[in-house]
């Protein structure tokens, strides 16, 4: 399945990629990874949600939207990616600062069983 077409048949569905991530469960960063290569469980959870997956590019024929309007929703869609992406990075950065934390401490304590 294109993911564009599935960005899409979100966008009919939901204002945001975010509104969708948190009505099937899933956070932003799962939401996005999944979004790029779904799997036939996570097509199941948008289903469920009544996101069009059959034909996602008769949601966007059959749509009112203006051109306009499907340009913003995709800003939108690369903004929460973006955003997601970011936030991803940043639990990344608090994971190795946690890590260089514990690393200092446990040479600070093997310096001081040293020093005994």
Same mark, same amino acid.
Do not use: H, W
């Given at each position: *399945?294109?993911? *564009?077409?599935?960005?899409?048949?979100? !966008?009919?569905?939901?204002?945001? *990629?975010?509104?969708?991530?948190?009505?099937?469960? *899933?956070?932003?960063?799962?939401?996005?990874?999944?979004?790029?290569?779904?799997?036939?469980?996570? !097509?199941?959870?948008?289903?469920?949600?009544?996101?069009?997956?059959?034909?996602?590019? $008769?949601?966007?024929?059959?749509?009112?939207?203006? $051109?306009?309007?499907?340009?913003?929703?995709?800003?939108?869609?690369?903004?929460?990616?973006?955003?997601? !992406?970011?936030?991803?990075?940043?639990?990344?950065?608090?994971?190795? $600062?946690?890590?260089?934390?514990?690393?200092?401490? !446990?040479?600070?304590?093997?310096?001081?069983?040293?020093?005994?």
């Amino acid at each position: *399945m294109k993911t *564009m077409g599935l960005k899409y048949a979100v !966008l009919s569905k939901f204002e945001t *990629m975010e509104q969708c991530a948190n009505a099937i469960g *899933m956070s932003k960063s799962s939401f996005s990874r999944a979004l790029k290569n779904p799997s036939s469980k996570f !097509l199941s959870k948008l289903a469920g949600v009544g996101v069009e997956i059959e034909r996602p590019q $008769d949601v966007i024929k059959n749509s009112e939207l203006s $051109d306009s309007e499907l340009l913003i929703r995709e800003l939108k869609g690369i903004i929460y990616e973006k955003n997601a !992406l970011i936030e991803e990075q940043k639990s990344i950065i608090e994971q190795k $600062d946690l890590i260089i934390k514990q690393y200092e401490e !446990l040479n600070k304590t093997i310096k001081s069983k040293r020093k005994k």
